[in-house]
C-alpha cells in the first residue's frame, strides 16, 4: 500500500475541511433565511414537553453519519422546539442579540479554534482584548485608570468579584488557609439584587445568611442607604467583618437601580470592596444622556456588563472592569511552570483575571461589531428602543383594566390586568393567565416578575432587529388580549 493510500484509509470519517466550504455557505444561506422569516414564526414554540427528547435515538451512532441527514434533523427536530431569541417582538427577559457582523467574527474564531488562556497561546487574541476593552470603556464613560477583561457571563464576574471581596476581607488568607477560622463575612446587596448574585456569595462559601439585604427606596428602587450604613454599623458591633457590597444599574426584575455616588461612598468609607452588576444597563451608557444612571462610577472597584445582551455580541462576551486588576489577579490565578511565559516581560495573561483557566477568542466579535456599527449606529439603535419602550407603556396605560406598576427604565417597564373586585390570589392568577395567553397566542414574548408581592407582567424592548412596527404590534397583542380576558 502506498503512503498516500495509507493515509487516505486511516483518514477520520465525517466532514473534512475540503468539503467545508460548500457546507459552511449551505449554513450561512440558511441563517440568510432564517433571520429573514422570523416575522412569521410564533416566538415561543408550543410547550409540548419531551417533544425533542423522543425523537432523539437513546443510544449515540456507531458509525458515521452524513452531514445531509444531521442537517436534516437540525431543521426538523431541533428548531421547530426552539425559542426564536433573535425575534424581532422578543420583549421577555433581556435581549441576547446576534448582529450579523459578530456573528461572522464567531464563525472565524470557531474556525481558528484557539485557546486564548495566556499571551503566549494567541498573542494577538490577548492583545485585542486589551484594545477593544479598552474601546468599550470610552465608550460608556468610564475613566482612565480602569482595565477591561473579557469574562463568559456576568454571573462569573460577580463570583470573581465576590471572591476579591473575601480575600480583601481576609488580608489574602482565605485561598490558603480556608474560612473556618475567619469570622464571618458580610456582603451588602440591594433586595432586588439579581440572583446570580445569592450564587456567588455560596458558591465563595460566605454562605447566603451573611448576604445582608437592604431595604429598597425612591422611585428607582435603590438601596436605602441610611438603612445600608446601619447595617454595616450593627454587623460590626457583632462581631462580624464586612467585606463587600454589590450595587446594581437596572436589575433584572424592574430595573432598580442603586444611588452609587451614595452607596460607593459608603463602601469606601467603610473599607468594603464595591462590585456594580450593569449587565443590561451597562450597554445603555454609550449614549450619554442616560449616564445619570451611573453618576459616581467611577468609585466603583468593580463593574460588569454584558454586550451580549443590549449591544449585539453574540454570547457570550460579559465585560469586567477593575480599578485595580492587581487584586482580582492575586485571587484567582494559578501560576505552575508550564503556564508561565519566559522572555515575555510585561504581558498579560488574561486566564489569571479569570475564574475558568481556558478561553474563548471572544474579543473578535466585539472589534467586529464595534467597527461594523460604529457607536453612533449603536447608540441608535439603544435611542430606539428606549423611545418605542416609552410608546408601548403610554399606550398600555391606556387599556381597560391594566395599570403601570413600575414605569420605564430605559426599555424595562412592568404592568398588571387590575380589574377591582379581585383578590391578591385572584390578581395573580388572572395576569398568570394573561401572560400565557399572550405568549400562547405567539405573536410576542412577555414573561412576569413578582414585585412588592404582585404578580406583574415586564416588557423590555432590545431585539436588534426590532422596529416601531414592533412595537405597534406590542400595543395590538397586549390590548386584544387583555380585553379578551376581560369580557370572558
Not at 419531551?50 to 452531514?67: F, I, K, M, R, V
Not at 433586595?191 to 462559601?205: K, L, P, Y
Not at 403601570?404 to 430605559?410: A, K
Request: aromatic content about 8%; glycine content about 8%; overall charge negative.
Amino acid at each position: 500500500m502506498s503512503d498516500s493510500a495509507a493515509d487516505n484509509a486511516s483518514a477520520m470519517p465525517g466532514l473534512d475541511w475540503s468539503e467545508f466550504p460548500e457546507w459552511g455557505a449551505r449554513a450561512a444561506q440558511w441563517a440568510g433565511d432564517y433571520h429573514a422569516g422570523l416575522r412569521a414564526e410564533p416566538v415561543r414554540p408550543p410547550m409540548q414537553p419531551g417533544l425533542t427528547l423522543g425523537a432523539l435515538p437513546e443510544a449515540p451512532p456507531e458509525q458515521a453519519e452524513s452531514t445531509e441527514a444531521i442537517f436534516r434533523d437540525f431543521e426538523e427536530i431541533i428548531m421547530p422546539a426552539m425559542t426564536h431569541w433573535q425575534h424581532p417582538r422578543f420583549f421577555a427577559y433581556f435581549p441576547a442579540n446576534a448582529a450579523p457582523i459578530a456573528v461572522l467574527a464567531e464563525y472565524l474564531a470557531s474556525s481558528v479554534a484557539a485557546q486564548c488562556m495566556l499571551w503566549q497561546t494567541s498573542p494577538a487574541a490577548t492583545e485585542l482584548e486589551t484594545r477593544v476593552m479598552d474601546w468599550l470603556r470610552q465608550a460608556v464613560g468610564l475613566p482612565e485608570g480602569f482595565s477591561g477583561v473579557i469574562q463568559d457571563t456576568a454571573s462569573s464576574a460577580t463570583l470573581a468579584a465576590v471572591l476579591t471581596m473575601r480575600e480583601r476581607a481576609l488580608d489574602w488568607a482565605g485561598n490558603e488557609q480556608g474560612l473556618n477560622e475567619a469570622g464571618r463575612l458580610r456582603i451588602y446587596v440591594a433586595d432586588e439584587v439579581h440572583s446570580s448574585v445569592d450564587a456567588a456569595v455560596w458558591i465563595a462559601g460566605i454562605g447566603r445568611e451573611n448576604m445582608v439585604r437592604i431595604p429598597v427606596a425612591g422611585p428607582n428602587r435603590g438601596m436605602d442607604v441610611s438603612a445600608l450604613e446601619q447595617a454595616i454599623e450593627l454587623d460590626r458591633a457583632e462581631g462580624f467583618i464586612p467585606a463587600g457590597l454589590i450595587a446594581s444599574v437596572g436589575a433584572t426584575s424592574v430595573g432598580s437601580t442603586d444611588d452609587l455616588e451614595a452607596v460607593l461612598a459608603v463602601a469606601k468609607a467603610q473599607g468594603l470592596f464595591s462590585h456594580v452588576d450593569a449587565a443590561w444597563a451597562g450597554s445603555a451608557m454609550i449614549c450619554p444622556e442616560f449616564r445619570t444612571l451611573w453618576t459616581g462610577i467611577e468609585g466603583a472597584d468593580s463593574i460588569v456588563l454584558n454586550p451580549h445582551k443590549w449591544l449585539g455580541a453574540p454570547f457570550d462576551c460579559s465585560a469586567h472592569f477593575l480599578a485595580d486588576p492587581d487584586s482580582l489577579v492575586k485571587t484567582l490565578a494559578t501560576q505552575p511552570e508550564y503556564l508561565k511565559t519566559h522572555g515575555a516581560d510585561g504581558v498579560i495573561n488574561y486566564s489569571e483575571w479569570s475564574i475558568p483557566l481556558g478561553r474563548r477568542f471572544r474579543a473578535l466579535k466585539l472589534w467586529f461589531l464595534l467597527r461594523g456599527h460604529g457607536l453612533e449606529g449603536l447608540r441608535s439603535m439603544i435611542r430606539d428602543h428606549v423611545a418605542w419602550a416609552q410608546m408601548v407603556e403610554t399606550a398600555v396605560a391606556a387599556i381597560r383594566g391594566v395599570e403601570i406598576v413600575t414605569p420605564c427604565m430605559l426599555s424595562l417597564f412592568t404592568f398588571r390586568l387590575h380589574p377591582e373586585g379581585l383578590s391578591h390570589a385572584e390578581l395573580d392568577d388572572l395576569n398568570i393567565a394573561l401572560v400565557e395567553a399572550i405568549n400562547t397566542d405567539g405573536r410576542i414574548y412577555l414573561t412576569q416578575t413578582r414585585i412588592d408581592g404582585k404578580l406583574v407582567i415586564r416588557f423590555q424592548a432590545g431585539p436588534f432587529s426590532m422596529t416601531r412596527a414592533d412595537a405597534e404590534m406590542a400595543i395590538a397583542v397586549i390590548g386584544e388580549t387583555a380585553e379578551r380576558m376581560q369580557e370572558g
